[in-house]
C-alpha cells in the first residue's frame, strides 16, 4: 500500500509563515505530479500548487509570490513554503500524489489526511 503522511500546520498570524511537508511511503515504483489542496469550511476543496517530477510548478491565482512548492524525489517528499499568510488561507491542506505502485499496472491518485492551518491574530 501507499500512505501520505503531511506534517507542518499549525496557528500563525497574518504575514506570518509556515511551511508543510508530504511524504509518500510504501510499495512505490515512482512518483508523478504531486500537489497541494486546501478546503475551507463550507468551501470545495480548491487546488494550490502543484509540481511535476521534472519539477514544473502550477499555482492558484491567490497564492502566486506567496507560495512555494517544491519537492525531494529521492525521499518522495513534498513541501509547500506558505509566506505573507493571510486570514483567508485557513483551512486544511491535504497533500496530494499520482503514483505508480510496484504491484499496479496504471497510476492512481493518493490523499494525505490533510493537516491544519489557522491564520488568525
Known amino acids: 500500500q501507499v500512505q501520505l503522511v503531511e506534517s507542518g500546520g499549525g496557528l500563525v498570524q497574518p504575514g506570518g509563515s509556515l511551511r508543510l511537508s508530504c511524504a509518500a511511503s510504501g510499495s512505490i515504483l515512482w512518483i508523478n505530479t504531486m500537489g497541494w489542496y486546501r478546503q475551507a469550511p463550507g468551501k470545495q476543496r480548491e487546488l494550490v500548487a502543484t509540481?511535476?517530477?521534472?519539477?514544473?510548478?502550477n499555482y492558484a491565482d491567490s497564492v502566486k509570490g506567496r507560495f512555494t512548492i517544491s519537492r525531494d524525489n529521492a525521499k518522495n517528499t513534498v513541501y509547500l513554503q506558505m509566506n505573507n499568510l493571510e486570514p483567508e488561507d485557513t483551512a486544511v491542506y491535504y497533500c496530494n500524489a499520482n503514483i505508480r505502485r510496484i504491484d499496479a499496472p496504471k497510476n492512481y491518485d493518493y490523499w494525505g489526511q490533510g493537516t491544519q492551518v489557522t491564520v488568525s491574530s
Open positions: 509540481i511535476t517530477r521534472g519539477g514544473s510548478t
